[in-house]
């Protein structure tokens, strides 16, 4: 598989370091965190909307993906040590998040990709195998203008998300996919639709909530190694980890929340994933996703979200009474 392929021959590269130490002042401005809310007054659905919508990028038309079972990590083009630790870190937050980790040698799913000029290798990349990031199936990606943005973007770490829409009982794919068919070519009338449209055996037909879900398949992470600045390995894992785990907007503006989103504004601001970073994970993770209007399933994830802070906030009491 290509994937592999590129994997074992970015590894051929030479080495290079995961951090280059240059300061950077302290924003001035003050970010929210959740336990923060309740002190200021206000109303944490309220925030808690804004923020998965500013941070939320699916795919044009469907609600938010997440990965189904497991996830296999490669990190290719560092020494072995950064590489090693990366990966080790993105792997300890799926696991957290109830998902199985692929043993060594696994093809990678999520794949970090080192370079010292992510402007020139990006385009290059894309065009090795274009297949990989623009699938050709409905509601897969977000499509080639934000192809574009990935491979120009230039910012420090830069991400490419695939999903597909499946059935969430099953897994079974939702949506045809070019040279795709049902059972063999020769299988009754060229010409029958029935032969290349996806079969799902619907439960139960409802106005209201449907059995199709978003499943990630697959994500690509560059990281320019001359543009990550004075943040740490623990960071940058971090960073990687909650880009990798969710579909992040790579421009949105989250300067108004404590999130590992702006360490590369302001190193100084968090060590690591934050209350809302966690709490947005394991939100996403434990809901349903069986509202069959966007607007309503993003609802549905605020919800799961709220209840994920929650949890931490009883678990973190726990921890100081002890």
Wanted: with cysteine.
């Amino acid at each position: 598989m290509l994937i592999s392929t590129l994997f074992s021959a970015l590894l051929l590269a030479a080495p290079v370091q995961a951090s280059v130490p240059q300061a950077q002042e302290p924003s001035s401005v003050p970010a929210t965190d959740l336990e923060d809310i309740v002190v200021e007054g206000r109303r944490l659905e309220e925030v808690t909307q804004d923020f998965v919508r500013e941070v939320g990028a699916p795919a044009g038309g469907r609600g938010l993906a997440r990965w189904r079972n497991g996830v296999c990590v490669g990190v290719a083009n560092l020494q072995n040590d950064a590489a090693q630790y990366i990966a080790d870190r993105v792997s300890t937050v799926a696991q957290d998040l109830g998902l199985r980790v692929g043993d060594p040698g696994c093809e990678p799913s999520i794949l970090v990709v080192a370079t010292q000029d992510a402007n020139a290798f990006t385009p290059q990349f894309v065009a090795s195998r274009p297949r990989l990031f623009i699938v050709g199936g409905t509601g897969m990606d977000r499509g080639r203008n934000a192809l574009q943005r990935f491979e120009t973007n230039d910012q420090p770490v830069r991400w490419w998300n695939v999903s597909v829409p499946v059935d969430g009982d099953t897994g079974q794919i939702a949506v045809r996919l070019p040279g795709s068919v049902n059972g063999g070519a020769d299988n009754g009338d060229a010409n029958n639709v029935m032969l290349f449209a996806p079969n799902i055996d619907v439960r139960a037909a409802s106005r209201l909530s449907t059995q199709i879900v978003d499943d990630t398949k697959r994500t690509f992470v560059i990281v320019d190694v001359t543009k990550i600045g004075a943040i740490s390995l623990a960071q940058l894992a971090d960073y990687i980890a909650l880009v990798s785990m969710a579909q992040v907007d790579p421009e949105a503006d989250t300067s108004g929340y404590a999130t590992i989103l702006n360490v590369f504004d302001d190193p100084t601001q968090t060590e690591g994933l934050t209350n809302w970073d966690k709490a947005y994970l394991q939100g996403l993770y434990d809901a349903t996703r069986t509202r069959k209007s966007q607007g309503a399933s993003r609802t549905e994830i605020v919800a799961s979200i709220i209840g994920a802070h929650h949890d931490l906030a009883r678990a973190a009491n726990q921890d100081t009474a002890q």
